[in-house]
């Protein structure tokens, strides 16, 4: 299969379990969100504190949702991995991409897999025990902000790759909008209400890439 055709497919299933998700999983104004924070799963992924995961998982029909959507997460992460390493493929078959800087992304991109496989089996492990205690122990939210941080600043510093190949092939507006999501990583180091905002942006570069695939479309490769 070539990169493209990659793309084009991965792209497409991606979009069905986003579709899926965005069914199964609370929306907001069903649950109660902590401050500043747009997205309940991206809330869930960086909670702090006991308080902030009752705020989410007060309701047993909603945490049952949560459980079922971190299920179905397992399969959005293989799609995911593999629709950019199908871009970095591409680029990196176009010469806009040095060999050095391919490796490194696909190096990222296993270990973002990785770390958000790590993050949903601890977020299983705090939902089962919240449903049998009422709270969830201090070391798996430690666990929980290390597995969810390294998950999005690898995907920060893939999004930075694939600018740099944007950019090389002259596709500047393309290569910023991928350069968001690097710096939304980056200021969410500072505070974590950045992370939802590289989520979202995250999201539209998927399906603009997603779209550039297509036939017929004016392609960035």
Known sequence: MSPLKGIRITGAILLLFTIILLWILPRKGEVSLPKGFHTPIVALELVQDNHELGMLFADAKIRNRFYKGNILDFAFIITYSLFLAFL???????????????????????????????????????????????????????????????K??????????????????????????????????VLGLISRIFVDYEGLVLGIAFIVAWIKSLPHSRAWW
């Open 88 to 150: 970095i493929l591409q680029f990196s078959a176009r010469e806009n991409l040095s060999k050095r800087l391919k490796s490194a992304a696909l190096l990222f991109i296993a270990f973002t897999a990785f770390s958000d496989v790590m993050e949903n089996l601890t977020l299983f492990s705090m939902s089962d025990q919240f449903a049998v205690q009422g709270f969830a122990g201090k070391d798996l939210f430690y666990k929980l902000h290390l597995w969810t941080l390294l």
């Open 152 to 185: 999005w600043e690898s995907l920060g510093i893939v999004c930075l790759i694939i600018s740099t190949a944007l950019y090389s092939g002259k596709r500047k507006a393309a290569a910023f909008l991928f350069l968001i999501v690097f710096l939304m990583a």
